[in-house]
């Protein structure tokens, strides 16, 4: 077992990360990862930038992990909507997301977007196909029409 | 060979779980089956203040507790830890894990 502290999770850079710039800014904290001995679980918390993306670009990782997110901290009337999709014409799930609602991710782009003037924010929660060897953070395919840039997770990505 | 990976289809049925915070007590969210997760769990503990304390056992996959609001102490294996605002535990499978909080508390459960 293992106890994390959030407070020493915000002063180490590998687990904490403010990450892309507006209008896709967020605080992102990996709470369970590298820093936990485990088999398949991962979990953390990100808060958005007011009226910011997150998850963008948008990137998949559904041959390792599966995800779900839990909004949190997120007073009425502040609400977000999030996307799953594998197609970007035709995205499976576009559902408005606020306080307490949860979405999965079995597969497919997952961003999410904050309505003006709130925050989205969210505990993701992973668990690995392969257990061991597929919980790896940061390991993502970015949608290609916006993967010039890269994943936007490098610094606290397990991707070797 | 690389096994081919089955997955789950995304449908608003099995993918969308609304207002997970609402109830007392624990009780459990996302579990293989009845949503789209074949390996994740999510469940809430939520205490007010004067509950009685919550045991379980983590039995057959693994805890993250994540205290989201109040606070709490997870007594587990013989440890005890103190979590305040997003502080987490990490329990491994078949473990006797309590959750008590005289002041309130609610975590997630993963």
Known sequence: MKFVSYKEVRQNPKLHLIAGKPPAERDLNVLIGANVEAGRIMAGVTFSTPGNWTSWPPHEHSKLLEEAYLFIDMPSPSFGVQFVYTDPKKPELVQVVREGDCVLMPQGYHPNVAAPGGQINFLWMMAAIKEGEDRLYGVVNVQPEYAAGGSGLEAVSDKK | ?110
């Not at chain 2, 207002?19 to 996302?30: D, I, L, P, Q, S």
């Not at chain 2, 057959?60 to 007594?75: M, Q, R, S, W, Y």
């Open chain 2, 1 to 110: 060979m690389d096994q081919e990976v089955v997955q789950n289809p995304i449908t608003p049925e099995t993918c969308f779980v609304p207002k997970t915070h609402e109830g007392r007590g624990r009780r459990t969210a996302v579990a293989p089956g009845a949503t789209a997760a074949r390996y994740l769990h999510y469940g809430r503990i939520t205490l007010a203040a004067g509950d009685a304390p919550i045991s379980f056992n983590s039995d057959d996959h693994e805890v993250g507790l994540i205290c989201l609001n109040g606070k709490a102490t997870v007594k587990t294996e013989g440890q005890t830890f103190d979590l305040d605002r997003y502080d987490a535990v990490y329990v491994p499978r078949d473990s006797e894990i309590e959750v008590n909080a005289p002041e309130g508390c609610d975590l997630a459960e993963v």
